[in-house]
């Protein structure tokens, strides 16, 4: 079992964003209102609270969930605020590039793969909240599992 030890700081800074940063990139690709919203933020803190068995990796992402909930992660989200939606797509899945290089690098192939799955099912998760995925949510679903398929 891999555990936080195997990562520089910054490595473990970029996993614990991941899951904010995929909900921010599904936040702004998807069609709200009010209630949606509420939908999608829901949905995205079931999905990073209870992640369910990852196989080899529950631990792992045990230990990423604490600090993927914290008032800091929100904070440094709040990082790309006053962006145009599509910018802060691009933003937030930018960011999530060191995350998937540090998983590729620093993990075995089948924990790694585990911990990119429960990063692309949250924003899977945000993306059904609502009525239905649209176009751009799906794609911006299926750009997050190639940053972690790559």
């Known amino acids: 079992m891999t555990d936080k030890s195997v990562f ?3 490595e473990w800074k ?3 964003d991941a899951p904010l940063l995929a909900s921010v990139a599904m936040f702004a690709a998807g069609e709200h209102g009010p209630i949606s919203m509420v939908k999608e933020a829901s949905a995205s803190a079931r999905a990073v609270a209870r992640p369910g068995d990852r196989g080899v990796a529950t631990e792992l992402i045990a230990q990423i969930t604490p600090e993927a909930e914290s008032r800091e992660a929100r ?3 709040r990082a790309h605020h006053g962006k145009s ?3 802060l797509i691009e933003s937030a899945l930018a960011d999530l590039a060191p995350a998937a290089d540090a998983l590729r690098r620093k993990l075995p192939l089948e924990e790694a793969a585990e911990v990119a799955g429960w990063y692309v099912d949250i924003a899977r998760a945000v993306a059904d909240a609502s009525k239905g995925v649209n176009p751009k949510e799906q794609a911006t679903v299926d750009l997050i599992a190639a940053i972690f398929r790559s």
């Open 14 to 16: 970029a996993i614990t």
């Open 75 to 77: 904070h440094d989200a």
């Open 8 to 10: 520089t700081d910054d």
């Open 85 to 87: 939606m599509d910018e």
